[in-house]
């Protein structure tokens, strides 16, 4: 070919804008017989009258003695020139030259961005776009390959199964960006994690799966360790410290069985009895627990039912509260019963938290309180003022419109917003004090008490109290339960007493069974009192006939 050839110009000129590399060998010399400026570019001089093993072995013939274009007619191949850092996708192809040579065309081609395409479509298929970790289809993969590994190895594995609780309360009380954000910490906490970095995969909204390989199965306690100490501690949000704990269900391969869904089932199964026994907690699968889960899933079928029905199959009981000083019924505090017609009678214990967790307790939280008002109305109507207490779950007290809600059912009752007591606990997750302030602050512009409920449970902290403007301390029941023997029961309960005279709150004990231990609050100064000492939850019925006269 002559270099003034116009042809072989039109050809030069064809073979530059074809972006891609192209270069011709005689297959007997190895010679480069032509070039286009790509490959020059690429090589950082003109090639032409080199010979191919130039590229890459400067010279050194010897080296070169696979010599791709000699041993193969055509040949394919990707590769990546970690000098570059680029993708190149090579062929070549003998074909007769010009001038009659028996040649090797070889063509290169930059690949690099349908690789990174390539590998993004393969991420997002195998990875969650939020947090970065592999997701549920990963992990069924994941998981097969280690169950045929503890089958073949005869050793074992196992699966944790990871939910937040209570995650929900932090997306509606900070909004989902912080949600969003709180995942991505616990991802990253996860992966640091020494035995489980690799095997780490978020399977739905707040859920996470850890793989336990057979290879680190005896670190499992360390492991577990690890993931409670991650999460014992408070994650930055929005400028403020929240608490976040998990329920996670464990199940161990393949003495639990070796089918990928079935385990992943089992893991689960644990994780919700974890849940139901009160959260933050990790319940290990066993084999009975089944049944149970089960009478779960109809308990929230059922749920969804009777809420749509217009909550007719919940029930208001009541239970007195008596004035320690008098042994008079200074009110009620109602609490919710469920007449499920398929399941039967079901106390709060069995349904409230699932209630909560599948966002169901908003409308049966209403239901609750407008009846509780309509009743407190009825009886101010026949002259009897007394309080009607009514709990109110966190996830209620954070939704957006709780404070119209409320403003809304005391109008249409018509209920003397004195005579209600709103009982709120405290919570874990919920941890911002100027929000719930606000909150508070607002109901209670409305007249109506706040009561915290469960006091000495959770963190019991005083300066809560203190900021919330409470008006009265509910301490839980465990306190009272051994306090005729127990120094330290008695000692907390005469020291709240003694404080709430400073904070001017007053104080209820919960759980008074008997008269040794209504003798000693008596002792201690408390203000009010509620148990089964002296009346259990009864219907409305009968506490109007009971306490009331009616
Ligand atoms: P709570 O608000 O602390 O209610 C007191 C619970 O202690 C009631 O259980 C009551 O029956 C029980 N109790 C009272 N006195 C005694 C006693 O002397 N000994 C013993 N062993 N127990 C006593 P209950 O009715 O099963 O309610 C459990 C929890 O369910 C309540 O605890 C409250 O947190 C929740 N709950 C009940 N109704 C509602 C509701 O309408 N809405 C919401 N959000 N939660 C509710
Ligand atoms: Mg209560
Ligand atoms: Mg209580």
Known sequence: MNENDNSYTALKEILNNLGSGIF??????????????????????????????????????????????????????????EKMERWYEVKYNDITWVDGREVSLCNVTDITDKK????????????????????????????????????????????????????????????????????????VGLQQIKGIEKRCYRVGGDEFIIIIEPAVYSQMEEILSEIQKLFSKPWYL??????????????????????????????????????KSGKNKSVRYNKGGDKNSYIQLDIE?????????????????????????????????ALIRWNSRKLGFLSPGDFIPLAEHMGLITPIGEYVLKQSCMLNKKWSDQGIDIHINVNLSI?????????DNIADIISRTGVRPENLVLEVTESLAINDMSRMKNIIKEIKALGVNIALDDFGTGYSSLNYIKQMDLDIIKVDRTFIRDIAEDDYAKAFIKLIAELSTQLDVQVCVEGVEDEKQLAVLKELNIDMIQGFYFGKPMKVQEFERKYLSL
């Open 24 to 81: 011709v060998i005689d297959k007997s010399t190895r010679e480069i017989l032509f070039h286009n400026e790509i490959i020059a570019k690429m090589a950082g001089r003109d090639m032409v009258g080199c010979h191919c093993y130039d590229f890459h072995y400067n010279g050194m013939a010897e080296q070169c003695k696979y010599c791709i274009p000699l041993k193969h007619k055509n040949y394919f191949a990707e590769t990546f020139d």
């Open 116 to 187: 990174k395409y390539q590998q993004r479509i393969e991420f997002q298929a195998n990875n969650d776009f939020l947090t970065g970790l592999f997701n549920r289809m990963r992990c069924e993969e994941d998981l097969q390959i280690c169950i045929m590994e503890a089958l073949s190895s005869k050793t074992k594995g196992a699966i944790l199964f990871i939910d937040l609780d209570d995650f929900k309360h932090i997306n509606d009380g900070l909004g989902h960006q912080y949600g969003d954000v709180l995942l991505k910490m616990i991802s």
């Open 238 to 275: 929005g400028g403020a410290d929240y608490y976040c704990t998990m329920s996670m269900g464990i199940v161990t391969f393949v003495d639990n069985g070796s089918d990928v869904n079935d385990l992943i089932k089992k893991a689960d199964i644990a994780m919700y009895e974890a849940k």
């Open 301 to 333: 079928k059922n749920m969804r039912s009777a809420v749509a029905s217009h909550c007719s199959e919940f029930e208001i009981y009541i239970q007195p509260i008596v004035d320690v000083a008098t042994e008079c019924c200074a009110g009620g505090e």
């Open 395 to 403: 996830v209620q007290l954070l939704s957006n419109n709780i404070v």
